[in-house]
């Protein structure tokens, strides 16, 4: 089936700093990638949607040049958590969507941890 | 707009007991609907997915889910709980266009009691 690989799993970096987080689809073509967040204890909240080749559309309240989403191929996209802040603490998962697969495929990369100290 | 409502952010059953978590769904059109784990510090297991075909859905580890148009409805089920199943349980809804992501609901956190 569909695969997903995001990484890196878990990372802490120092306030100040900034991270990237890349998802990779393995076996299909990813032509839309959906970025959400999640606090502990809390659900999913939708970040970005982008498709390849154009610029990411941004929930309200989701800051564009903080968060800074690059889906220039169709195997690849990334998020950059720039000057990063301990806020900014949270589990961040990408979600992508491809050609041939309809409504009905939706592949969960497995997340990542951030820390920021 | 889509929304999903989780009745209950935990439910506590004991091993062996019936579980039944809750989910009504919000949709001008008709959605597709998906229930997923999450287990502590990882990322989003399918469990199972609704799509406009049987309204019973089968799904991993003995879950089930059926869609129920009148309730606006799509309740979780399984029948013997087991430890492992302890985790959070999301569900979550998409129209059909395939163009718009996942909208979750909050989340119901399930303990399994020995």
């Known amino acids: 089936g569909a695969v997903v690989s995001q990484h890196p799993s878990w990372v802490i970096c120092k306030s100040g700093t900034s991270v990237k987080i890349e998802c990779r689809s393995l076996?299909?073509?990813?032509?839309?990638m959906f970025w959400y967040r999640q606090f502990p204890k809390q659900s999913l909240m939708l970040m970005a949607t982008s498709n390849e080749g154009s610029k990411a559309t941004y929930e309200q309240g989701v800051e564009k040049d903080k968060f800074l989403i690059n889906h220039a191929s169709l195997t690849l996209s990334t998020l950059t958590v720039t000057s990063a802040h301990p806020e900014d603490s949270s589990f961040y998962i990408c979600?992508?969507?491809?050609?041939?697969?309809?409504?009905?495929?939706?592949?969960f990369g497995s997340g990542t941890r951030l820390t920021v100290v | 707009a889509q929304s999903v409502t989780q009745l209950g952010s935990h439910v506590s059953v004991s091993e062996g007991a019936l579980v039944l978590l809750r989910c009504n769904y919000s949709s001008s059109v008709p959605p597709y609907l998906f229930w997923y784990v999450q287990y502590p510090n990882q990322g989003l297991q399918l469990l199972l997915k609704?799509?406009?075909?049987?309204?019973l859905v089968k799904g991993i580890n003995g879950f089930e889910a059926e869609f129920k148009k009148s309730e606006t409805s799509f309740h979780l089920t399984k029948p013997s709980a087991h430890m492992r199943d302890a985790a959070e349980y999301f569900c979550a809804v998409s129209d059909r266009s395939g163009n718009t992501p996942l909208v979750f609901g909050k989340g119901t956190r399930l303990s399994v009691i020995a």
């Open positions: 076996d299909f073509q990813a032509t839309t």
């Open positions: 979600s992508a969507r491809g050609t041939g697969q309809g409504a009905k495929g939706y592949t």
């Open positions: 609704y799509t406009s075909a049987a309204t």
